[in-house]
């Protein structure tokens, strides 16, 4: 049976050295790391679970906890979370909490709390201080994406900054009567995402010497036919209809895209619409966007992971939020207006 010593004895190093390039635990340099991996693949050596376990007091595996599965951002964080978690021999599991409150408390009370996962990733949740408190009690490292925690090390964009750059782009092409597809604040998801995507719409407005229009803003629930069924409404009464529409989601925003075909709207050329994502179906619509890189944030996570879970880690209790990067994508449903809308005053 091939060893571990073996394994040392093909890449020429330690086994110390093997044992944390195959672990992920421990400093080894990239080209090391390489040669190790290379060397146990080719003398077919794996390393054993419930051995690792038992010497390490881990069990590689992180738990992900997210509000929806539903929807596009959700699994495309966890993509590049699993992406990321492979590199380092980790395994994932998945806890989905779109039932109720008691379903919630028993994965923060129960199972979080087993010794089944080593650290936990938390991707757009408000924790209560119960929750962050208990996980830190039992040295399980905590990283939260989509907004700051108290006590916890995040990962978030700026979505007042995001929506306030859709709206400028739609500006900065002439366009003067602009709508806002949001969130429902009734419904408000974690972090006020959809009150901040307002403020960063109207903020855009208010730096041009535009007063936002309360009849130009309807909210919607995040989803394509959501944005579909405000999009109807918004651009049904020709007098109020505006030139182009900024979505808090590019979800909403194809939907407002299929409303505008249905209504026999030429895009752009009556009406430009910018969505917020880069949803993965936004190319094919030719839809502009700001992209917010999903899959970074969840590859992002698990490094932050990574770092806790080192000999010289340990769960931090600083509430360090890392800003994420944003960018501008120019498709072809935003132009410059060819005409006054007829409500334009």
Not at 48 to 69: C, D, E
């Amino acid at each position: 049976m091939v060893g571990i010593d073996d394994v040392a004895r093909q890449a020429g190093v330690s086994t110390a050295t093997v044992s944390r390039a195959l672990s992920g635990r421990g400093h080894v340099a990239p080209a090391t790391r390489e040669r190790v991996e290379a060397a146990a693949a080719a003398l077919g050596y794996v390393v054993s679970s419930s051995a690792s376990s038992l010497a390490t007091g881990r069990n590689r595996n992180i738990g992900v906890v997210v509000p929806f599965l539903n929807r596009w951002f959700y699994t495309s964080v966890i993509e590049g979370a699993q992406r990321r978690l492979m590199q380092y021999g980790y395994d994932l599991t998945l806890y989905n909490l779109s039932g109720d409150d008691r379903e919630r408390e028993k994965v923060f009370q129960d199972y979080l709390l087993r010794q089944r996962v080593d650290a936990v990733i938390a991707v757009s949740l408000e924790l209560t201080v119960d929750e962050i408190t208990s996980l830190h009690a039992l040295g399980k490292p905590l990283v939260g994406v989509g907004g700051p925690l108290s006590g916890v090390r995040t990962l978030s964009i700026d979505d007042v900054a995001v929506t306030k750059l859709a709206t400028e782009h739609l500006l900065s092409l002439g366009h003067t009567r602009i709508g806002h597809i949001g969130g429902d604040v009734d419904r408000e998801l974690a972090f006020h995402l959809p009150t901040n995507r307002r403020l960063g719409y109207e903020a855009a407005l208010r730096e041009a010497g535009l007063i936002p229009e309360r009849e130009l803003y309807f909210p919607a629930v995040f989803t394509m036919e959501s944005g579909y069924t405000a999009a109807k409404q918004m651009l049904g009464n020709p007098r109020l209809r505006p030139t182009a529409i900024v979505a808090a989601s590019d979800e909403m925003a194809i939907g407002a895209l299929l409303a505008a075909r249905d209504m026999g709207l030429d895009v752009p050329g009556e009406l430009s619409v910018i969505g917020i994502d880069d949803h993965e179906l936004a190319g094919f619509f030719g839809l502009s966007t700001v992209a917010q890189h999903p899959g970074l944030q969840g590859e992002r996570a698990v490094e932050l992971l990574m770092e806790e879970l080192q000999p010289s880690g340990g769960a931090h209790l600083d509430d360090e939020n890392t800003p994420l990067p944003f960018d501008l994508i120019v498709r072809s449903s935003t132009a410059r207006p060819l005409r006054r809308s007829a409500g334009r005053r």
